[in-house]
């Protein structure tokens, strides 16, 4: 399920080698040769067992929510089916038709390479398998600073899984940094496109240091998938040389990309209930509404602050609908329609938040908690909002340390009711 990125500055030892600003160190970071050939041969035994499925259909939902945003008179909604400008009969995929299909495809690959993994314990070169468990160990230590309470959750999860979950949070937020971080003023697409080469080298068993490594080694041992790390550095793409969205469909997009990336990378490692009669698409999508959700509450947060940055990630049409423009979110007035505006954004991101809790109770249950916490302090981010009378130009919205220590039993007592699918399925018995 979703991992929470902030945005928090990472001590520059963090940041990729290989773009142009540092070397890190690689020898003795790297797997030893012989693990490397080995891992390289059964990475690409894995990818060709993959499978592709694609869908198309014209009665459009966003697909990781449960309803129909065009019925409810509130969130007009473009059709998967778009048409254009161009040629009669051209038509295009809309932002929502294109996250659905990512989501049918992970739930049909991790279906596939689950029932064909077999991971087997390799011969370990001496000094590697340490090597191996400080680069863990590492992942562990950042996530630990900068995720405290996701960090504690982790804890619950078997030893593997929790590593696995570290290592992908850290990868997670060195690309949020390039864009976000120290040195994004000499970030450039190229830069970007170095870092996905990275990727490509890390999923082929080729690590650049100690961090990558822990990573390769991660999705040695469970079903996770290249494309959502490829979308999470498309959304950095996006921040690069966009800064407005004309529509939700844009803004979706967008918060696939940075944030609902996450749900899909970590499903697979936090896996699904053994209990649960859900779909595994149903599970992923439930991921992909966390991600959504928490993004979607990041623009909310934080709208004085891109405005300071000449950013604007909001739904332009929709402002307009309001009698806004772009001048009123510089002048960054509270006004009533200011109020009305984000009464809307929220109750929109309280849906995704809805949706999401449903995936949430289908994760094996020592995976729960860590994210049961991450969706009741991120959705309490739109309390303090509210309680803020809507002031987002000139006051940060932040949850209280007390509240979120209120949270976590809150959280752990979520974490033991039973898979929805499983209430549902005893309903209908009765």
Same mark, same amino acid.
């Given at each position: 399920m979703a991992i929470v990125l902030s945005r928090v500055v990472v001590p520059l030892d963090l940041i990729a080698a290989g773009l142009g600003f540092s070397e890190t160190t690689r020898d003795g970071l790297r797997l030893m040769e012989t693990s490397r050939t080995s891992l390289c041969k059964r990475l690409q035994k894995r990818r060709t067992r993959g499978s592709t499925? *694609?869908?198309? =259909?014209?009665?459009?939902? *966003? &697909?990781?929510v449960g309803f129909e945003p065009e019925k409810s008179g509130a969130f007009p909604i473009l059709s998967?089916?778009?048409?254009?400008?161009?040629?009669?009969? !051209?038509?295009?995929?809309?932002s929502e038709q294109r996250v659905y299909d990512v989501v049918v495809k992970q739930a049909a690959l991790v279906k596939e390479l689950t029932r064909g993994l077999d991971v087997k314990p390799e011969l370990v070169v001496p000094g590697s398998m340490y090597l191996m468990r400080d680069a863990y160990d590492r992942c562990g230590e950042v996530c630990a600073e900068y995720a405290k309470t996701f960090y504690l959750g982790t804890l619950l999860m078997t030893p593997?899984?929790?590593?696995?979950?570290?290592?992908?949070?850290?990868?997670?937020?060195?690309?949020?940094?390039?864009?976000?971080?120290?040195?994004? &003023?000499?970030?450039?697409?190229?830069?970007?496109?170095?870092w996905e080469a990275r990727l490509e080298d890390l999923f082929a068993g080729?690590?650049?240091?100690?961090?990558? /490594?822990?990573?390769?080694?991660?999705?040695?041992?469970?079903? $996770?998938?290249?494309?959502?790390? #490829?979308?999470?550095?498309?959304?950095?793409?996006?921040?690069? #040389? #966009?800064?407005?969205?004309?529509?939700?469909? !844009?803004? =979706?997009? =967008?918060? *696939? =990309?940075?944030?609902?990336?996450?749900g899909l990378m970590s499903v697979p490692v936090m896996g699904i209930a053994p209990e649960s009669r859900a779909s595994t698409e149903s599970v992923y999508n439930g991921a992909l509404a966390l991600g959504i959700a928490n993004q979607l509450t990041n623009i909310l947060r934080d709208v004085g602050e891109d405005a300071r940055r000449g950013r604007i990630y909001l739904p332009l049409d929709e402002l307009a609908q309001y009698g806004l423009s772009e001048d009123d979110i510089f002048r960054g007035k509270v006004t009533d329609k200011w109020r009305s505006f984000m009464k809307n954004q929220i109750k929109r991101a309280r849906m995704f938040f809805?949706?999401?809790?449903?995936? $949430?109770? !289908?994760?094996?249950?020592?995976?729960?908690?860590?994210?049961? /916490? &991450?969706?009741?302090?991120y959705s309490q981010i739109l309390d303090e909002i509210e309680a803020n009378d809507y002031n987002n130009f000139t006051k940060r919205a932040y949850v209280s340390k007390m509240k979120k220590l209120m949270s976590l039993p809150m959280a752990y007592g979520k974490s033991l009711l039973m898979p929805v699918s499983l209430q549902q399925s005893g309903l209908a018995k009765v």
């Open positions: 499925l *694609y869908s198309l =259909y014209t009665d459009s939902k *966003y &697909s990781c998967s089916l778009v048409a254009t400008g161009g040629p009669v009969g !051209e038509v295009v995929i809309s593997e899984k929790r590593r696995a979950i570290w290592a992908i949070y850290v990868w997670c937020r060195r690309t949020d940094e390039l864009v976000d971080g120290p040195n994004a &003023s000499h970030i450039t697409p190229s830069a970007l496109d170095r080729r690590p650049y240091d100690m961090l990558d /490594a822990a990573l390769s080694d991660t999705v040695l041992k469970f079903p $996770v998938d290249i494309q959502p790390f #490829k979308d999470m550095i498309e959304g950095m793409r996006m921040d690069l #040389k #966009k800064s407005r969205y004309k529509n939700f469909d !844009e803004l =979706y997009l =967008y918060c *696939y =990309y940075v944030a609902g990336t996450v809805s949706e999401a809790e449903k995936g $949430v109770t !289908e994760l094996s249950q020592a995976s729960r908690w860590p994210v049961w /916490a &991450s969706l009741l302090l």
